[in-house]
């Protein structure tokens, strides 16, 4: 079957816009996971969701961030005034149940560039 | 806080050869410690995980990786590397109690000579 998608793949936008990045999960998938990759780093955990709550948002950076999954399956990261500092690649992961013992699921992710 | 410690940004080894990726980690109790590996375009993959029990785990791809508190270490392995195993390798720790909130590593990248 198909895995996750994200769309669109990359990015470009000035400082100060507002973005909004899309994540489709593998069918059937309850847990969704956003992640930030800079440059020469590790993922970075953002937040993550059970169905259609944040089960938790501790990673959001600030408040320019904000996601949402109205209906358990897509899910949004919508940043606010854009800063340079956002550049980075924006990871999504499905996985059936939330927990360790559930394998994630990642998508090629979308590379965001703020100019 | 929980932490992870990949040492060596980058590993160059010929095909053929085998390989081992180093990975340290901080906390207290016994946390779930996985291994992934990120190839150019495409998405991170889960190669092991460790959770309890035997130290030495088998992942996919001919990968293992033993975990030996004393050292706080989660190693990873191959006894023969292959050219496709060029990428980027991800050690990360989990000690959410379950929620699968990972810290991930910086990040070893691979290089393989043929």
């Known amino acids: 079957g198909a895995g996750v998608s994200q769309t669109p793949s990359n990015k470009v936008t000035e400082k100060g816009k507002y973005v909004e990045l899309r994540c489709d999960p593998i069918?059937?998938?309850?847990?969704l996971y956003w992640y930030r990759q800079s440059l020469g780093q590790g993922p970075e955990f953002l937040i993550y969701?059970?169905?259609?709550?944040?089960?938790?948002d501790s990673g959001l950076p600030n408040d320019r961030f904000f996601a949402v999954r109205p209906e358990g399956s897509v899910s949004t990261l919508k940043i606010q005034r854009t800063e340079r500092g956002d550049s980075a690649v924006y990871l999504c992961?499905?996985?059936?149940?939330?927990?360790?013992?559930?394998?994630?699921?990642f998508g090629p992710g979308t590379r965001l560039t703020v100019l | 806080a929980q932490s992870v410690t990949q040492p060596d940004i980058h590993i160059t080894v010929s095909e053929g050869a085998s390989l081992e990726l180093r990975c340290n980690y901080s906390?207290?109790?016994?946390?779930?410690l996985f291994w992934y590996v990120q190839s150019p375009g495409q998405g991170l993959q889960l190669l092991l995980k460790y959770f309890s029990g035997d130290t030495l785990v088998q992942g996919i791809k001919g990968f293992e990786a033993e975990f030996k508190r004393s050292q706080s270490s989660f190693n990873l392995r191959k006894p023969s590397v292959h050219w496709s195993d060029a990428a980027e390798y991800f050690c990360a720790v989990d000690s959410s109690g379950g929620s699968y909130i990972p810290t991930f590593g910086r990040g070893t990248s691979l290089i393989v000579h043929p």
């Open positions: 992961a499905s996985s059936l149940l939330a927990g360790a013992s559930d394998t994630q699921y």
């Open positions: 969701f059970q169905g259609t709550g944040a089960a938790d």
């Open positions: 906390y207290g109790a016994t946390p779930y």
């Open positions: 069918s059937g998938h309850t847990a």
